[in-house]
């Protein structure tokens, strides 16, 4: 398994724009595809975004043309920028880290708060 470290959460007001970051232990990005995902209260865990090792990327339909996915293979880090957040944004987010043979790391997320 891989550790994974997020951060770049916080609180921001509607409109705002934030950019989360995924620290991995070593580098994985050759043999993991990447993913944030999100956890509101109440809600179960939902896909935010993704970023295979080929470099394909996919959004949910929520946050398409509002979130960007990205990496630095240098810093062995994962990005999301999160711009023209909405409340509905608010929620607890997930790194990870998926292999069909190595299996799943998450991190230990990191709280989004969107609110006026």
């Known amino acids: 398994q891989v550790q994974l470290v997020e951060s770049g959460g916080g609180s921001v007001q509607p409109g705002g724009s934030l950019r989360l970051s995924c620290v991995a232990s070593?580098?994985?990005?050759?043999?993991?595809?990447m993913g944030w995902y999100r956890q509101a209260p109440g809600n179960e865990r939902e896909l935010v975004a993704t970023l295979t090792r080929g470099g394909s990327t996919n959004y949910a339909d929520s946050v398409k043309g509002r979130f960007t996915i990205s990496r630095d293979n240098a810093k062995n880090t994962v990005y999301l920028q999160m711009n023209s957040l909405k409340p509905e944004d608010t929620a607890v987010y997930y790194c990870?880290?998926?292999?069909?043979?190595?299996?799943?790391?998450w991190g230990q997320g990191t709280q989004v708060t969107v609110d006026s």
């Open positions: 990870n880290a998926n292999s069909d043979y190595l299996g799943d790391s």
């Open positions: 070593r580098s994985i990005f050759s043999i993991y595809d």
